[in-house]
Structure formats: structure tokens, C-alpha cells
């Protein structure tokens, strides 16, 4: 009887190394265990935010300091990091232009619920990155596109948004949807939800523009909310036409179009909606566009404008149920700034696609060279490995190809090595700081692994 495998992978091979990379891994940090040990039990689930409880290893690392590219603990562990943040740091921990502006504008008051000068340049720059869009600010992509959706209802008075399978637009509740037998439910696993949320959204299957149509024909679907590509799992790329084809059902049954781009921002200059030239009637990102300071934004086409204005003018009075206080305070308008003006540039677009390009070339020639039945995929500065044969096509064939015992196993391994990647879906970005020699690092320590996993 032949051995049971994991995406070609032996199952007791498999075993064996991640039994010996995270005892690895564990004897390498006794500070950070010694301090978890006494300091976490103030924290629910002894962690302040409960996904850091999702990272595969041991226990957690305690970071001392990160700069540019690296990271380094308080066992004094120094990591190359493509990571980043998962998004939130990706063009390097701390640029100098945007760490100048905190310092500057601390000395000035953190918050004043007022705008500043530096609020009008930030919007004059957003304009010129990202396109013709009447801008506003918030703290989280989540409460972005929250935002967006509360709009695209006013002005269209329909209930519904659509999205996509396996989506990813933050924890927006409409947004937890998933398809079961072709039939939109609630997404498994939620914790405390009480609504029935298929009554305010329906989901659809990435590059299935059939099923967008069958759904807005229904004349409830207030909104289209997308990813220009699917980051939640392993990354799904649109098939040809996929996008224009969007732009036009939604046009043609009278739904908005909101593209959200808090993770394809790595696909270019302006994200992927400016480099390929996409038209949604509401644009939102957020994560790194402050370099790292919270801070999303969203815009509206002149057109939806118009429209959200009109709506507005006839509402009742009372709160609207959009903006919270801290949002729009002159911290974020100052990282804006420096990050739009001296940090989102051209020539740091070039050099952050130039080395992913050298990335998943190396990853897709060791993965070729052990013949594993994976496959790598790129968009501008993020790159994933997919222990699956590719190209995927929506998020129900992505989700199938997840294989969280593998991965976990890996990203211990590539962390004993150096190197440390996003502790979902195999995710790496390079940011201005990151060196040819850390993706050579990353290629090398990767290929390691896999010699190890895929021997005879």
C-alpha cells in the first residue's frame, strides 16, 4: 500500500519535519516564552488581537524593532520580513519620509476632529495616484467599505450586496456569505451572529459572470463589492474580460460598482484598478496607504457623488451611521502625505516588482525541479506559493487547494531559516527595503525545505 500524502508530500515526512522545526523553533526563544508565560494572561486567549493565535508556530515571537525589511525579536532574532504586516507595512517598516511626518505632527496634537492643510494636499495626492474621486477618511478598510455599502443603499434604496466566494473586504458583516451547493448561507464559523445575513447579501463564484448576472437580474442587489483579484485564501486571478464584464452588468441593471483594493495596492502604482484601467463608481483601500499609520479611504466618481448627495439632501434628520471620531485626524492626513508623495512612487513600484518577479521565478523553478504539483502566482509585489496545481478560478476551487498542516509546517521551517512570510496563504511581498540577497535568502531556504519534504 503506497504512503498517504499531502500535495505530494509523504504524511510521515511531513510529520517528522514539523515535529523537528518547531523544537527548533521553541529552543531558539526562551525570553519570549518566559515573558508569554507571565505577561499574556491579561489578554483574552492570552493575545491582544485573537487571529495572532492563527500563527502556526510554538508560540509566538515578541518583536523588539523592525526597519525596512527586517524584523527582530527579544531573543535578538533577525528575520528578512515579506510579511510586512500582512499588507500594512508593505513598503517597509517605518519609511523615513513617513516616520519625519509622525515626528513632526506629534508636536502638533494627534487629534482635533478639524482638518489641516496637510488634509488638503492629501486629498490633491490620493486624486493623482488613484484616480478622480471625491475622497473621504477612515481608520480600517473595514469601515471603508462599510461605508461605501451604506452609500450604494442610499442611492440605489436597494437591500443586497454581492460578493465573492471567499472573498476578503475585512469583517464587514454583509461580507461573511459563502455558497453551499450554489445556494448563498452564512458563512460557517461565525462567532456571536444573529442575523440572517443572505438577507442583505448574496454570493457569486469569482469569474463566473453567468452567476453575477442570475443574481443581479433579481433587481435587489444595491452593490457590487470586489477584490480585483481574491486574496482571502490562495490567490485567484480574473480570467480575461472578467472585470469589463462586471462593469458592464452593473451598469446594465442599475448596480454600483466598489472595488476594493486594500490588498492588490501591490499590483502598481494606483493598484490594480489605475494599472489596468478598471471603472468602479466607488474606489477603497487601505492598510499601507498610510505606510502603516491606520488609515483607509474611500472615493466616489463625480457621478455617485451626485447621486449619494441627492439622497442625503432627502433624508431625515439624524445620524447617517458613518464616520467615527478618530478618523480624518491630522496623524493620518501627515502619513498620507509623506506616503503618497515620497514613498508610493514610480521608481519604488519598479524596483518592489522587479525583485517579485525574481521571487516567484525562484520559488516556480524549485517547485518545477522537485516536480511538485504546486504552482506560484504574482500580482505586482505579492507573491504566493499554492501547494495545488494552478491557475485557480474562484474560491471554492481556492479553499480546496488550502493545505494549513503543509503550510503551517513550511512557514516554522522558512522562520528557522531567516525568512518570515504571512501565516495565510503562503503570502510574500516586497517592499523599497527589501535586497536581492533576502529573495535569494527566501528562494534558497525554500528550496531546502522542499528537498527535505519531497525526498525519495
Not at 487571529?51 to 525579536?73: F, N, Q, S, T
Not at 455617485?304 to 448627495?309: L, V
Request: neutral net charge; glycine residues 8%; aromatic residues 6%.
Amino acid at each position: 500500500m503506497s504512503a498517504e500524502t499531502i500535495a505530494g508530500i509523504r504524511t510521515d515526512f511531513l510529520a517528522a519535519f514539523a515535529a523537528r522545526e518547531a523544537a527548533i523553533y521553541a529552543k531558539a526563544r526562551p525570553k519570549a516564552l518566559k515573558a508569554l508565560a507571565t505577561g499574556a494572561k491579561t489578554f483574552l486567549g492570552g493575545v491582544p488581537m485573537h487571529w495572532m493565535a492563527d500563527w502556526p508556530m510554538p508560540h509566538l515571537p515578541l518583536v523588539a524593532k523592525a526597519h525596512g525589511a527586517r524584523i527582530e525579536d527579544i531573543d535578538e532574532i533577525r528575520l528578512d520580513d515579506f510579511c510586512l504586516g500582512d499588507t500594512g507595512s508593505m513598503f517597509g517598516h517605518s519609511p523615513a519620509p513617513v516616520a519625519k511626518a509622525i515626528r513632526h505632527q506629534a508636536r502638533r496634537g494627534l487629534t482635533y476632529m478639524l482638518p489641516t492643510e496637510a488634509a488638503l494636499e492629501a486629498g490633491r495626492l490620493l486624486t493623482d495616484r488613484f484616480g478622480p474621486f471625491r475622497w473621504q477618511i477612515a481608520t480600517t478598510a473595514t469601515d471603508a467599505n462599510r461605508f461605501a455599502l451604506r452609500v450604494a443603499r442610499a442611492i440605489t434604496g436597494r437591500p443586497k450586496v454581492l460578493v465573492f466566494n471567499g472573498c476578503y473586504h475585512g469583517t464587514v458583516d454583509d461580507t461573511f456569505v459563502s455558497l453551499e451547493n450554489g445556494t448563498t448561507v452564512n458563512s460557517p464559523g461565525l462567532l456571536g451572529q444573529v442575523n440572517d445575513l443572505t438577507q442583505t447579501a448574496v454570493a457569486c463564484e469569482f469569474n463566473d459572470l453567468a452567476s453575477v448576472e442570475a443574481a443581479l437580474a433579481q433587481g435587489d442587489v444595491a452593490a457590487i463589492l470586489t477584490e480585483p483579484v481574491m486574496t482571502n485564501s490562495c490567490m485567484v486571478l480574473p480570467e480575461a474580460g472578467f472585470h469589463d464584464g462586471l462593469r458592464q452588468l452593473s451598469m446594465k441593471y442599475g448596480a454600483l460598482l466598489i472595488i476594493d483594493e486594500t490588498h492588490t495596492i501591490s499590483s502598481g502604482l494606483g493598484g490594480y484598478t489605475r494599472v489596468h484601467s478598471l471603472r468602479p463608481d466607488i474606489f477603497v483601500v487601505g492598510k499601507c496607504v498610510a505606510g502603516g499609520m491606520p488609515t483607509a479611504v474611500w472615493g466616489l466618481t463625480d457621478e455617485t457623488a451626485r447621486r449619494y448627495e441627492e439622497a442625503d439632501a432627502k433624508r431625515e434628520p439624524g445620524r447617517t451611521g458613518m464616520g467615527t471620531t478618530l478618523s480624518a485626524n491630522p496623524m493620518q492626513f501627515a502619513c498620507l502625505v509623506a506616503t503618497l508623495g515620497q514613498v508610493m512612487t514610480p521608481e519604488n513600484y519598479a524596483h518592489m516588482e522587479k525583485l517579485a518577479e525574481r521571487l516567484s521565478h525562484g520559488l516556480a523553478k524549485s517547485i518545477d525541479k522537485h516536480r511538485a504539483p504546486w504552482h506560484v502566482v504574482r500580482v505586482g509585489a505579492r507573491v504566493e506559493f499554492i501547494c495545488a496545481p494552478g491557475p485557480l478560478r474562484n474560491g471554492t476551487e481556492a479553499g480546496a487547494a488550502h493545505q494549513p498542516r503543509l503550510e503551517a509546517a513550511i512557514h516554522t521551517g522558512l522562520i528557522n531559516r531567516g525568512t518570515l512570510i504571512a501565516p495565510f496563504h503562503n503570502m510574500m511581498l516586497i517592499s523599497p527595503a527589501t535586497r536581492k540577497a533576502q529573495v535569494d535568502r527566501l528562494i534558497a531556504s525554500f528550496d531546502a525545505i522542499l528537498t527535505e519534504l519531497f525526498k525519495a
